[in-house]
């Protein structure tokens, strides 16, 4: 149940900083939430394995996950989405930073 | 753009040297390689020192898609032992440690139990870098873990305590569970003395004690009955070979023998196990070290307490889950205000694209 909170907070949070960016283009919101879905469970699953396991798994290894989240939505963005108008990697950044952001103090 | 893409690189840099700083452990770099015997004392010559080869079992862990289980297939991918584990591990000494319903037990090479499973954790030996790199990718089934000369080290976990800080934070507390045997109260980083947890190992001090919480629990060697026969306050306990085992007691390996007593002290910083009366080990030497990288180490590492009511008698559950919750956060104030910089750069900078792409329109 953890994992379905964190994806709908991640969603919502998501969006809400698309939003406040001022972009409107449904494709994107759609995007985003769909690659969320695939991508937001299988990050908290890895976390939660190797943090169970005898590594000294700590902070940074979560960073390095969260910068491959980041690359790796972008490229999923990159396909969806074929305009070059909309700089998908700083969303993607962005997006991501804030919502790793606000977990961190939840 | 330019300039994120450059703060961008300088933050995976920084995390890939992290974790490489984990990996490749300073104290076994910075060292000097040599041979002794079973007395501790550095031997010239090594020309006994040759690799054994260990006995191939034509078993191999194996997964099957269609029930999700783990067993073993021969060298044709034939399933010799048919998949109904929840996980393997390879074979060594004629048995094999394999998971089962959340617990781990030993199997024959028939499949046979010989010892059934009733141990939640075992260890995964890291003897090389490339074990450590698999282990890093959580790939433990390919290597053996299990037992050599009769005895296989495994972590005593149900035998753990809790550990609580007290609230002036000078001394730690034992949360002990009913019925426990106060002559096993060695721990792997101290012991119990008068319900006081009395902490040993200095270095594990800043990692696990910064916390207000943690489980504590002894490492030893079973037989292959199941029975406890090694009991001890050691840690990464390595393989018998020849009578004698490599474990790390603080920061240091030594070996000790099949009765547990230490026979060789802990001063090594790499202990390879005894070939022909004479093993590899390495010494760490300071004078050596040209750049010393501090490890990041985090304080903020939350334990599993997800069967608290079995051992803390003391301290109500919701409790404890209120000490968990206020542990310190003094390395991710630092880290937050760095990312909330980014986050406002790269929002102006899209910002101002938006803004251009406008007036681009209306041109």
């Known amino acids: 149940m953890n994992y379905i909170y964190a994806l709908i907070l991640t969603i919502i949070i998501e969006l809400s900083v698309i939003y406040l960016l001022g972009f409107r283009e449904k494709l994107l919101f759609y995007s985003l939430i769909i690659i969320n879905i695939l991508t937001n469970p299988l990050l908290n699953f890895i976390v939660n394995r190797l943090n169970e396991t005898y590594i000294d798994f700590n902070f940074l290894h979560i960073i390095l996950l969260e910068i491959l989240v980041v690359i790796i939505e972008w490229l999923l963005l ?6 070059k108008q909309l700089p998908l990697f700083k969303i993607s950044f962005i997006i991501n930073a804030t919502s790793f952001l606000i977990g961190l103090w939840l | 753009m330019k300039k994120l893409f450059l703060i961008f690189t300088l933050f995976t840099f920084l995390s890939v040297t992290s974790v490489l700083a984990d990996i490749i452990d300073p104290r076994v770099h910075y060292a000097d390689e040599f041979f002794i015997n079973k007395q501790g004392k550095k031997v010239t010559t090594s020309s006994q020192y040759k690799k054994v080869k260990t006995q191939v079992y034509n078993l191999n862990p194996a997964y099957s898609e269609d029930n999700k289980k783990y067993g073993y297939i021969d060298s044709e991918k034939n399933w010799v032992i048919p998949p109904k584990f929840d996980y393997v591990m390879g074979y060594s000494d004629g048995l094999a440690a394999v998971k089962e319903n959340d ?93 006081e947890f009395i ?6 001090d800043y990692r696990n004690y910064k916390n207000q919480l943690y489980y504590e629990y002894p490492n030893g060697y079973i037989n292959k009955t199941g029975e406890v026969v090694i009991r001890g306050n050691f840690k990464s306990p390595m393989k018998f070979s020849e009578g004698l085992a490599a474990v790390r007691i603080g920061s240091d390996f030594g070996y000790i ?101 406008n007036a681009n329109k209306q041109d």
């Open chain 2, 103 to 195: 617990k781990w037990g030993y199997i024959d090479t028939n499949g046979n139990w010989v010892i059934k499973p009733k141990f939640h954790q075992i260890f995964c030996p890291i003897n090389s870098t490339k074990e450590r790199y698999l282990y890093f990718l959580n790939k433990c089934g390919n290597l053996s873990s299990g037992f050599s000369e009769g005895l296989a080290a495994i972590p005593l976990y149900e035998e753990g305590v809790y550990i609580v800080k007290t609230q002036d934070g000078k001394k730690y507390k034992a949360v002990l569970p009913k019925g426990f045997d106060t002559k096993h109260s060695y721990f792997v980083n101290g012991y119990i003395k008068n319900n």
């Open chain 1, 78 to 83: 990159k396909l969806v989405i074929k305009s």
């Open chain 2, 257 to 357: 023998n099949t009765k547990g007593e230490v026979v060789i002290e802990p001063e090594y910083s790499f202990a390879g196990k005894f070939v022909n009366g004479v093993a590899r080990v390495k010494k760490y030497n300071p004078q050596k070290e040209k750049e010393y990288e501090e490890r990041f180490i985090n304080p903020n590492k939350k334990s599993s307490i997800n069967n608290i009511s079995a051992y803390a008698d003391e301290i109500p559950p919701q409790n404890i889950k209120d000490i968990q919750s206020k542990t310190n956060k003094s390395p991710i104030i630092p880290f937050s205000l760095i990312l909330l910089i980014l986050i406002i750069i790269t929002w102006k900078s899209i910002k101002k694209q938006k803004e251009n792409n």
């Open chain 2, 199 to 204: 902490v040993q190992n200095k270095e594990e």
